[in-house]
Structures are given as structure tokens and as C-alpha cells.
């Protein structure tokens, strides 16, 4: 007897129905409707299509038992974002429990396989992946398109990921892998490229371009259930296994770092290859210093016997275990005695591939005495064994929370409640927190105890500075400042979060606009006389921007683009035609609003040629590799990328949905440096980075990230502070002290063993070529000047016009003084940033002309003249 069918409405209003008296029925049939449509099977091919999620769970079911190939039964789509997993059959459940493995001595618990495939259409070859991993047990998810693809890895992080390759009509799968390579995530991901079957007649291609892409293994097309459940098994016990095993090392490492001994692994050469932070601490080296070199570059103490290296190498090399005591040196150069404990570690062909040391501090010579107690300031230490130890310290602070909640509802018991305080105070300053700040506060309450009762104060103050939020940035004074100043850091220093309006700032059409509608222009064939001509003095600091940007137009990063990154090699870097390169010049500068008074795309080229120019300098080139040049090149022509000539503070203000987006935090920024890889990735014509490898391409994003992040104003001061402290100090320190020609070549050989010091010098570099204006030859700083002035005009008269707050008042175009807004720039921005790059990239003509500017500037301030020039610069 039939039972009324089932009905299921989407949230997208798709109606699902389905007979109830088929449930058992390895045909069943699903029915979706929407409106007046009304259709089988399992995707929707009509108007209604575009309402059906695009990442898809089937719904699975046993498959009808046959002897022949199974054929497909239908299935009823669910949305990823309800429910992604299958819904497994009995006999799959038992499969899809989890797994032990073991690696070394540790076992570990694998989750059931999730499986991502990735096809556009249905077919038989979904299917059979489909149905294989209903068979081992596997979660898995289907997606349609690339965007939904990327959605539900991130989502998921699928252990394996299926991409149909057969047919690039549907799809780019190379391009979907790419993206997928390029999230932290498929770090452990195995992908798998479905490729069309050869005939007997054609020859095999090559699985290289597939490698090179980010796949790890290409699978013939093959429907049977049977070849794609083969697939995935060799897959599961073979890469994502092994994958499984290389994560777990993760928490030995993790162990290793937080080991109170010291911990040395060398090769079987003995070639340092780690050392943990103990490690580093006994001997006083930075692991930077000590990883790749040899034992014996490393100084040995005398008071060893002679031979005891010799005795040593004979016992481990044998595979033996060796301890005893031995003298070493540290970098400081005392001589430390520790206890030594060395494990030859047998790897592949059952040969010595590593060696590790654990080593402590003897307590004997008075240097080793001073370690030790550093160690037991530092460290837990005491008779009980470490388990007791935390096992009393979790037991005595759940007694004391319950002490102290009791003692507080009692006042009768004042002194137990003052004694139980001060040894939590005493607790916690006991606790073995890293943070570097904290030390520096532990070192300064320590010196206060036997210190005169004025340097105990002085101390208090400086405890109250360390403990502020700000230490960078310089604070305003109250009484009689400038205005001018005021204004400039409220505008550009902080996120302009006073009280609403209530209004919503709506951005340009550009700003939001889909860019899908950007064709890229015609390639460039020949570079008219005129510009060639004028790029012929493209090196030079003095080159006329303005003079670029009339002669093209308005379009004077393409060409100028063009110029510098074939100079820097850039294409030969990137692996890209010169026509990709033309055609993402093009596509870049489109996106730049040539209705900007100030941030547009002659903006963008005048910071691209203070960049090239930087990198120029002797002490710049040699500080940076080549990948960091290609990255401060880009960095600087998108760095303003569909700026709408509005600043964070008025889009904060304004509630703009890029604030929205951005959470009010570097919106601008976080905005052009989006939409910059969006617009890159959007089509492969304009793709310069679709031939780099994953590697290279990561570090070379995260590096143009960091760059054009720099350029927001708010950290302004922690970048140049940090680079003074890191960069300017060492380096005079190192030229004071050494005399001799070679120094120069030491100093930047010194910062490119430390890419925290290059990134530095990339940040400052970026910071300075944005804001070089007040550097330029005067005729260009005073066009500067003035573009700039009617951005920050044209955004008063709108704050006024919605009825928001203005954030830098001083910038009405009826009451403004350039002059004077143009001194407290340079006095409060300018100066002391460029003073520092200046001492390490050596920039007297910048210099020059900034003194000549300043000048200028406070001759017509002192003239009250409203002009920008001189009556005699104007006559002339």
C-alpha cells in the first residue's frame, strides 16, 4: 500500500518530493520543483539552476547489488553548508571508524578520510569516486564550481581533493588547484587530477605540468567503482598517511621547544640541523648562528682531554649511545662543564642518520653556577619529580581559588585573605611566562628592591610607560599645538570612530564594482618616440612624473611599469610573457580613478620609481634577494589600487562596507592589496604569477601583503622606531667599531642573515616611496602638494554635505594654509623617517631637496602668501 510522499522545501525554495513507498527501491526518483518547474535527477538545468547550492553532498544509499558494472541511482542533492558529510551505509560505518597509527613509539588516532570532488558535471566518473568512497567509509563532498570548491576546503580541509581535468570547457582545474595550493590547509592535501584516457595509438603526456602546478598524482579516466576505490585506498595508506604521521611531528617539536634540557641534532657529518631554545640559552648563540654549520666551526674548550673527541666519534659511530662530561664554550667565550648524553638515530638502509645530544649544566665553576640560577629562575626545579610538581600547583590553586572565594563573603578574616595574596603575587611572579616584555618588567621590579627610593620611582615610570599600548607613537600635547598637526595625525593616525551620523557612505561605482567587465587592452606594439624619450632618464631621482603622465594620456604606470620591471628582470622572475606582464599593468592601472586629484595611477608610477630608485642603492641591493625586489615592485604599483581619494578615517566614519569588511582595521589597505590578487587571478592572461612555483609564490605574497600594509598610518611610528632599534643602531655600532673598507659588505651581510631585519628594510623602504613628495625637486613637490591638498578638500565638503563628522578640519578649502599644513607634515612625519633611511640607504640629493622644500615652505608661511610659489617663482 503506498504512503503519501515526502516533501522537503530548500531554503533557497527549491521543493524536493519523493515517494515514500520507493524508500526501499534502488531506483528511487527525486523530483524538484521550483515555480513552474518541475524536473528528475539530481542537477537542476533550467532558471531555477542558479537558486541550487553549488557545493553538493549526495545522499547515499546502498548501491544494487549486481554482478556486472552498478549502474547509477539517483540521488537528492543537500547543501554543504546544512550537512557535507555522507551519510554512510551500515557497512560503510564500520569502515569509517578511526584508524591507529603508529610513528616511532607514539600512536596516533586517524579520523575517517574526507574527500573533496571537484566535478562540474555529473557522470560516471563521479560516480565511481562517489560510490568508492561510500565503499571505504570516506566523507565526501562534490563541488560544482571553483568558487564553491575553495569555499568548502576551507571548510572542510578534505585530506584528498578529486579535480575533473578531462574537459577544460567546464572549468580551469589547474587553476582550482593553484588556489587550493595557495591556503595553509593543503599543506597535507593530496590532490588527484582526473585526465582523459590516450588511445593505443597516442603517446602517454607527461604528468610534469601537472606537478608543477600543485597535483600530486593524475588518475586515467576510469568509471569503474572498483579502479577509483583501488585509487583512493593507495592514496589513503600511501601519501595521506604519511601526511598524517608528518603532522604529528608538530607535537614533538613542540615538546623539543619546550624541553628543559638542551637539545642538539646533527647529521651524520655533524651538521647542526636543530637546537632548541635550551639549547640556545646555555650557549648563548641564536639558533640562526648555529643551524648548518659544522661541529667543528664552533670553538673548543682546552680544558678537554685530547683525545676525548676521537673517543667519542669511535663510540657513536659504532651506533652506541655515549654520556659523560665534558667542557664547552660558550659564545661569550666562559667555559661551561655539562653533562652529555649522545644517541646515534638509525635511518633509511639501517645507516646513522642523525645524532642527538641532551645536555645539563654541571653546578661546579662559578660561571656555571650563575647559569644554573638562571636556569632555576627560569625553569621548574626542586626535589620532587616534575608530575609531583604540577600536580601540587594544580592542587594549591583550585585550594586557593576556593579559599579566596570564601575568605571574600568573610571580613573576619582579614589576615588569612592578606597572606593567601601575597603568595598568589609571589606565584606569579614565579610563572615562566615568554613574552619579552614581561621579562624586561621582572628585571626592572627586581632592580627596584635594592634601589635608592629615587631610582625606585623613576623605575615606577617607566613600568607605567611599558605597560601602555602605545609605545611608539608620540603623544600630543593639550596646550597650544598646531592645528595642523592635530588634524593630520586625527585624519591619518587613527580609524575616526567618533559619533555617527547615522548616514552610510556609499562608495564610487569603481569601488564596489564586479570587475568581470575588464577586457584588457590591445598589447602595446611600440612605445611612441616621446615616452621612450622621457623614460630614457627613468633612473634618475629628478624625473618628471607629470611630464609621463600628459604625453600617455593619463596612463603612465603601463609604461613606466614596463620600463622598471624589465630592468629589475621581473618577467624572467615570474616565468611570464612580456604580454602578461602588459596586460596586468593594464588591468592594474584601470582599476586606479584617474578622477583622483591625488590617489591615482600617476600616484602609483611616481611610488614605483622612488621604489626602483631605492633599490638601486648599494646597501639596498645588497640587503634584499631578488624575490624581494619582484615583491617591493608590485607591492608598489598596486599599493593604491581602486583607491577612492577618501581616507580610513572617513570611511570608518561613514560606516562604508569596506570598513564593514575590514573591521575598521587598515581598510584601505586590506582592500587594495585584495582586490589586487583578485584582479590577478581573474583571468590567465593577466596572471603574472600562474608559472612561479607554490613556495615561491606564497612567500612572495605574504611579502606584498606586509609591504602595502605598511603603508597605513597608524603604525607609522612602530615601523620607524623598529627600524632605527634594529637596523640604523647595530649598523653605526658595526661602522664605529670597524675601520677597515670591507665593513659596508659585513653590515648587509649581517641583515640578510635575518629576514626580520630585511622585512624591516622592505616596510621602510615602501613607507618612504609613498610619501617621498616633500623629497621631489621643488616644481614637483609643489604639484604634490596641491593634488593632494584638493583630496583632502574634496573630502571636508563631503563630510559637510552627509552630515559627518570632519576629521581634519583644518583642510577647508576657503581657511586651509597649504604652506603650513605642509611644514607640520614634514616636521611630524617627514624628518626623522627619511633621516633614518637616509643613514642606511645614503640619499643626499633627497635630503637636499627636502631642506630646499622646507625652505620654500616656511618663506611663504611667513608671507602669508596663499600661493604655492613665490611672486618671483610665479614671474618666472
Request: hydrophobic residues 35%.
Amino acid at each position: 500500500m503506498g504512503c503519501a510522499p515526502s516533501i522537503h522545501v530548500s531554503q533557497s525554495g527549491v521543493i524536493y518530493c519523493r515517494d515514500s513507498d520507493e524508500s526501499n527501491s534502488p531506483h528511487q526518483t527525486t523530483t524538484i520543483s521550483q515555480g513552474a518547474t518541475t524536473l528528475h535527477g539530481l542537477f537542476v538545468r533550467s532558471d531555477a539552476a542558479d537558486s541550487i547550492p553549488a557545493v553538493l553532498a549526495y545522499q547515499s544509499r546502498q548501491p544494487p547489488p549486481c554482478s556486472g558494472p552498478c549502474r547509477r541511482e539517483p540521488r537528492a542533492p543537500r547543501s554543504c553548508g546544512i550537512e557535507a558529510e555522507t551519510q554512510t551505509s551500515s557497512a560503510s560505518l564500520k569502515q569509517a571508524s578511526a584508524t591507529e597509527v603508529q610513528i616511532g613509539p607514539m600512536r596516533l588516532t586517524q579520523d575517517p578520510i574526507q574527500v573533496l570532488l571537484v566535478f562540474a558535471k555529473e557522470d560516471n566518473q563521479s560516480d565511481g569516486f562517489w560510490w568508492a568512497c561510500d565503499r571505504a567509509g570516506y566523507r565526501c563532498n562534490i563541488a560544482q564550481t571553483p568558487e564553491s570548491a575553495l569555499e568548502c576546503f576551507l571548510d572542510k580541509h578534505q585530506e584528498i581533493v578529486v579535480i575533473d581535468h578531462r574537459n577544460s570547457g567546464y572549468f580551469d582545474a589547474e587553476g582550482i588547484c593553484r588556489s587550493i595550493r595557495a591556503t595553509k590547509p593543503s599543506e597535507h592535501t593530496v590532490i588527484l587530477a582526473v585526465v582523459p584516457c590516450t588511445s593505443a595509438d597516442q603517446e602517454e603526456t607527461s604528468v610534469l605540468p601537472l606537478l608543477n602546478v600543485g597535483f600530486d598524482r593524475q588518475f586515467m579516466e576510469n568509471s569503474s567503482i572498483t579502479a577509483c576505490y583501488n585509487e583512493l585506498i593507495q592514496i589513503e595508506h600511501g601519501e595521506v598517511r604519511s601526511q598524517f604521521k608528518l603532522r604529528a611531528c608538530n607535537a614533538v617539536f613542540t615538546a623539543l621547544e619546550h624541553c628543559q634540557e638542551a637539545v642538539e641534532i646533527t647529521s651524520e657529518d655533524h651538521v647542526i640541523q636543530y637546537v632548541n631554545p635550551a639549547f640556545e640559552q646555555m650557549m648563548g648563540y641564536h639558533k640562526g648562528e648555529l643551524i648548518g654549520k659544522e661541529l667543528t666551526e664552533l670553538p673548543k674548550s682546552d680544558k678537554n682531554h685530547a683525545d676525548l673527541s676521537d673517543t667519542i666519534n669511535a663510540c657513536i659511530k659504532k651506533g652506541k649511545e655515549w654520556q659523560g662530561v665534558c667542557y664547552a664554550i660558550r659564545k661569550s667565550g666562559d667555559s661551561i662543564q655539562q653533562h652529555v648524553k649522545i644517541t646515534p638515530v638509525i635511518g633509511q638502509g639501517g645507516k646513522i642518520r642523525h645524532f642527538v645530544s641532551l645536555k645539563r649544566l654541571r653546578c661546579t665553576n662559578e660561571n656555571n653556577k650563575q647559569l644554573c640560577k638562571s636556569h632555576h629562575d627560569e625553569n621548574y626545579t626542586g626535589d620532587n619529580s616534575q608530575s609531583e610538581f604540577h600536580s601540587s600547583k594544580c592542587k594549591n590553586r583550585r585550594k586557593d581559588s576556593v579559599d579566596v572565594k570564601s575568605t571574600t563573603t568573610q571580613s573576619s578574616d582579614a589576615p588569612s585573605l592578606q597572606t593567601r595574596r601575597y603568595s598568589s603575587v609571589a606565584r606569579i611572579h614565579s610563572m615562566t611566562i615568554e613574552a619579552p616584555i614581561t621579562k624586561v618588567i621582572n628585571i626592572i621590579n627586581a632592580a627596584q628592591e635594592n634601589s635608592p627610593i629615587t631610582v625606585a620611582e623613576a623605575l615606577d615610570r617607566v613600568l607605567e610607560i611599558l605597560r601602555t599600548t602605545e609605545l611608539y607613537s608620540p603623544q600630543l600635547g593639550t596646550k597650544d599645538e598646531d592645528p595642523h598637526t592635530s588634524d593630520l595625525v586625527g585624519g591619518l593616525m587613527t580609524d575616526g570612530l567618533r559619533q555617527l551620523s547615522g548616514n552610510e557612505y556609499v562608495l564610487s561605482k569603481n569601488m564596489n564594482l564586479s570587475h568581470s567587465h575588464l577586457s584588457v587592452p590591445n598589447t602595446i606594439s611600440d612605445v611612441p618616440p616621446c615616452i621612450a624619450q622621457l623614460l630614457d632618464n627613468e633612473e634618475s631621482w629628478d624625473f618628471n612624473i607629470f611630464e609621463l603622465e600628459a604625453v600617455t594620456n593619463k596612463r603612465p604606470l603601463v609604461y613606466l611599469g614596463l620600463k622598471v620591471f624589465g630592468r629589475f628582470g621581473v618577467p624572467e622572475f615570474l616565468n611570464c610573457s612580456e604580454a602578461t606582464l602588459r596586460a596586468w599593468l593594464q588591468v592594474i592601472e584601470a582599476n586606479y580613478h584617474s578622477s583622483n586629484a591625488y590617489h591615482n595611477s600617476t600616484h602609483a608610477a611616481d611610488v614605483l620609481h622612488a621604489t626602483a630608485f631605492f633599490l638601486g642603492k648599494e646597501r639596498v641591493k645588497g640587503s634584499l634577494d631578488h624575490l624581494d625586489e619582484v615583491a617591493a615592485l608590485i607591492a608598489a604599483t598596486i599599493h593604491d589600487v581602486d583607491h577612492p581619494g577618501r581616507t580610513n578615517s572617513f570611511l570608518c566614519n561613514a560606516g562604508s562596507e569596506l570598513a564593514v569588511l575590514y573591521n575598521d582595521t587598515a581598510v584601505l589597505e586590506s582592500h587594495h592589496t585584495a582586490l589586487a590578487f583578485q584582479l590577478t587571478a581573474k583571468d590567465s592572461k593577466c596572471n603574472i604569477f600562474k608559472n612561479i612555483d607554490r613556495n615561491h609564490y606564497r612567500t612572495l605574497r605574504q611579502a606584498i601583503i606586509d609591504m602595502v600594509l605598511a603603508t597605513e598610518m597608524t603604525k607609522h611610528f612602530e615601523h620607524v622606531n623598529k627600524f632605527v632599534n634594529s637596523i640604523n643602531k647595530p649598523m653605526a655600532t658595526e661602522e664605529i667599531s670597524s675601520h677597515s673598507e670591507g665593513s659596508d659588505c659585513e653590515c648587509t651581510a649581517n641583515i640578510k642573515n635575518f629576514p626580520d631585519n630585511q622585512t624591516l628594510i622592505k616596510r621602510m623602504m615602501i613607507k618612504c616611496a609613498d610619501v617621498a613628495n616633500p623629497c621631489r625637486p621643488l616644481e614637483l613637490c609643489i604639484e604634490w602638494a596641491g593634488r593632494i591638498s584638493e583630496e583632502y578638500f574634496a573630502q571636508t565638503d563631503e563630510e559637510k554635505r552627509q552630515g559627518l563628522p570632519v576629521v581634519m578640519p583644518v583642510f577647508d578649502r576657503n581657511t586651509c594654509s597649504i604652506p603650513k599644513s605642509q611644514i607640520s607634515f614634514i616636521d611630524y612625519f617627514i624628518t626623522d623617517m627619511f633621516d633614518a633611511w637616509d643613514a642606511f640607504a645614503h640619499l643626499p640629493v633627497l635630503m637636499q631637496h627636502l631642506a630646499n622644500n622646507y625652505k620654500h615652505w616656511k618663506t611663504l608661511d611667513e608671507l602669508k602668501c596663499k600661493s604655492l610659489r613665490l611672486p618671483s617663482e610665479n614671474n618666472n
